[in-house]
């Protein structure tokens, strides 16, 4: 899937200040925007894995005196390495983070961190005030009233990600939160160190994902991670800590509470294959418009074209009805209320699945816009199809819809995931050949930042290492 990757490090907070303080705010804004993480990132679902994450962010909440807020973790069905705290105390990890933990004490740092987020308010102080974004901004009176007064119809808009729910503080906030964090981490028993640790191995796999290195900016939201580090490295050395014994008690246990992990695009939400999108479980296809940029999230899956010039965007239709009566009803509605008429609408049939399109047009501004929209039956569930774009998009944007169809058998086996497992190394065995030995689906590179190894080591007997293997997808339907 054609994602930006999000190379946000972790957003940090303050931990410190008076905690007698008022959350009500704090809990209700919370509550607003946890309901639409479901929505545009979705949740994890592994009971095992996700009771773990909750264990260990329960030890850190024992260690914070006098805050009135019920804290509860999550994970995201995100592959990218990422954790954020919404206000009220909602921690999340996405699934690309979990999958870089080799030790547990790197996963408590993080969420001590997030937690501190929540604690010190500042995403109350400095969080974006719109949660979602508007859709294609494309000018015009008919446009304007396709984007705001029909937003019913387009209720999840293309570009959305992980950085809706996240604030950019100041280097010094950041500088602060990271001193503050790993003494949290330390007064729960764990080795604040490993945020250290965890910072570079998440830089490592941006890096290797992006295959662009991290640069250093003045106008950076974080400080620059061998900076953040070598901070680090000097407050971790004040600290006076004793270990406790982890949730996990070894490598072993954390591996086998990690095995079976999505790495990657999860099939459950469906998958790219170039552009084409294909959702086993809905049994649908649908291939995208050729280098357009493409998003999938829980609610909806589409492309926009690259520079701005139209969009599709696909999404399940909350009703019953079938789609000539949907359609008519737009038509009259629109009508009575904008007193003007489509260009076009009309029942239509796509690969034998029965439907109806309206078709808006718009030279208000100008410059000619056409505006699609279509009701699609399949299986017993109504599909609906919104298109915008300039007019010279329009042949485009119906091709993509006529695109739109039942999945074959031969694509459903097609469609594999890959999982995290782990394996025993033997004695002077290169990445390399332990990879090979054990059909390991990651390059020596990724093997390596995966396992915080540095490419190139010879491993020893009995050591364990994480792997990635690739198995076929089991349609839940």
């Not at 796999?205 to 900016?217: R, Y």
Request: hydrophobic share 35%; with cysteine.
């Amino acid at each position: 899937m054609k994602k930006s990757i999000v190379s946000l490090i972790i957003s940090i907070f303050i931990f410190g200040v008076s905690y007698s303080q008022d959350y009500s705010y704090d809990k209700k804004i919370g509550a607003e925007n946890a309901k639409q993480v479901p929505l545009t990132m979705g949740i994890y679902n592994d009971s095992v894995l996700s009771a773990y994450v909750t264990s260990v962010g329960q030890r850190l909440v024992k260690q914070v005196d006098n805050v009135p807020l019920d804290f509860n973790f999550h994970i995201v069905d995100m592959s990218e390495p990422n954790a954020f705290a919404l206000p009220g105390g909602y921690i999340y990890v996405t699934r690309g983070v979990l999958s870089l933990v080799n030790d547990e004490s790197e996963l408590a740092c993080i969420m001590g961190h997030e937690m501190i987020h929540a604690i010190e308010r500042h995403s109350v102080k400095q969080m974006k005030k719109k949660i979602l974004p508007g859709i294609l901004q494309i000018p015009g009176a008919v446009v304007g009233a396709f984007n705001q007064n029909l937003g019913a119809l387009i209720s999840a808009p293309v570009q959305v990600g992980s950085a809706l729910f996240l604030s950019s503080y100041s280097r010094s906030q950041e500088k602060e939160a990271d001193r503050l964090g790993v003494d949290l981490a330390a007064k729960a028993g764990y080795d604040p160190s490993k945020l250290a640790v965890m910072l570079e191995s998440i830089q490592k796999d941006v890096e290797t994902l992006t295959g662009e290195e991290e640069k250093k900016s003045y106008f950076s939201s974080h400080p620059f991670t061998p900076k953040r580090v070598s901070y680090l490295e000097k407050e971790v050395d004040k600290l006076e800590w004793k270990p406790n014994e982890p949730v996990a008690g070894n490598k072993e246990e954390l591996y086998s509470l990690l095995k079976g992990l999505c790495y990657a695009d999860n099939p459950v939400q469906g998958v790219f294959k170039d552009n084409q999108f294909l959702h086993p479980d809905m049994g649908f296809t649908i291939t995208f418009p050729d280098k357009w940029e493409t998003q999938n999230i829980p609610v909806a899956v589409g492309a926009m074209q690259p520079d701005g010039g139209a969009q599709v965007l696909l999404q399940l239709a909350d009703t019953v009805a079938d789609p000539d009566s949907l359609g008519i009803d737009f038509v009259n509605k629109f009508k009575k209320k904008y007193k003007q008429s489509p260009k076009e609408n009309k029942h239509i049939d796509i690969n034998g699945n029965p439907g109806y399109m309206v078709m808006l047009n718009d030279n208000s501004s100008g410059k000619s816009v056409d505006m699609f929209l279509y009701w699609i039956r399949m299986n017993d569930i109504i599909y609906n199809i919104s298109g915008l774009g300039y007019t010279q998009y329009s042949d485009t944007i119906q091709s993509c819809v006529q695109s739109f169809r039942h999945l074959t058998e031969d694509e459903k086996k097609g469609i594999t995931s890959l999982n995290l497992d782990f394996a025993l190394a033997n004695e002077g065995e290169t990445i390399d050949a332990f990879s090979k030995r054990t059909n390991n689906k990651w390059s020596e590179e990724i093997t390596a930042i995966m396992n915080g190894l540095e490419k190139g080591e010879v491993l020893k007997d009995g050591q364990y290492l994480k792997i990635a293997v690739e198995i076929p997808y089991i349609s839940i339907k």
